[in-house]
């Protein structure tokens, strides 16, 4: 068993399972459905968050972990003899960052990065850091590579639908409106730590061709790394069918394309219908 624990949220979208596997600690984000408080991956299924999202009227609220959650996080590892390296969700999203580097108090056994990323893209960061941790690293190396490397993660997801991001008041009624009426796309991506619009489609088959054309531009994908494709809400055929029709993406075998579900964190702001690809760049 490695000497140094991995510690990160709920928000990269790691089931508690793969957590075990992997030998990593996935902190569980809690989220709130009116009075009702779950914790993300523990009390609160993927699936079951979309059944929930779609038959409600108001948007869930997600909490962002507590330094005293870390603080408990970081004692367990350390007692049992580990030091520690923590990654959560980017600084520019979440405050749990700053409550991370808090609760670590300057500690030289504690090393806290910052993902820059959240979601999927947090995912294959994470599974990259238990890679390099896995080939003996010491925790400043492991942490020092890490901030170098979160910078090479590229994300890029398709929304489906315009209405989670009206609903959480990140675009207006008149913009929603007038991008469903003329069927539009947006593409995002998390650019710096944080998410943003860079580039509209008008229609699926126009926003999965800039998909691909981001793709492409970023020199494909890094087979060598960890990478993933996405989706959002119960269902993951159209995704399916997307990398069957870009498998040359994936030298021919789409089996080199693991495949994940969004969960709250995010799925709260983009809803159900969304395809979303992160790689490491080559």
Not at 25 to 50: A, Q
Not at 55 to 66: G, H, N, R
Request: hydrophobic content about 40%.
């Amino acid at each position: 068993m490695s000497k140094i624990c991995i510690i990160t949220d709920s928000g990269s979208d790691i089931s508690q399972a793969e957590a075990k596997e992997l030998d990593i600690v996935v902190l569980p984000i809690s989220v709130r459905f009116n009075e009702e408080e779950f914790l993300d991956g523990v009390t609160l299924s993927k699936d079951d968050f979309y059944h929930k999202l779609i038959e409600s009227d108001v948007l869930p609220k997600t909490a962002q972990i507590t330094p005293f959650v870390y603080e408990e996080a970081f004692k367990k590892a350390l007692d049992e003899g580990k030091e520690v390296l923590c990654m959560p969700l980017s600084s520019k999203i979440s405050g749990s960052y700053a409550n991370a580097v808090q609760a670590a108090n300057n500690n030289p056994h504690i090393r806290v990065v910052d993902s820059l990323n959240a979601c999927l893209g947090q995912y294959i960061i994470i599974k990259r850091a238990a890679e390099l941790r896995d080939q003996g690293l010491t925790l400043n190396e492991l942490a020092d590579q890490m901030a170098r490397e979160v910078k090479d993660v590229r994300l890029v997801a398709l929304l489906d639908t315009l209405e989670y991001l009206k609903k959480g008041g990140r675009i207006s009624n008149t913009t929603a409106f007038f991008g469903t009426m003329l069927a539009i796309k947006p593409v995002v991506s998390v650019i710096d730590g944080a998410v943003e619009v860079i580039g509209k489609a008008r229609g699926s088959k126009n926003g999965k061709n800039l998909v691909r054309e981001l793709v492409d531009k970023e020199g494909g994908i890094n087979l060598n790394k960890p990478h993933v494709a996405s989706y959002s809400g119960l269902s993951k055929l159209t995704l399916e069918k997307y990398i069957e029709d870009n498998k040359d993406l994936y030298e021919d075998d789409i089996s080199k394309m693991p495949i994940s579900q969004i969960g709250p964190t995010i799925g709260t702001h983009i809803g159900p219908g969304t395809i979303a690809f992160a790689f490491f760049k080559k």
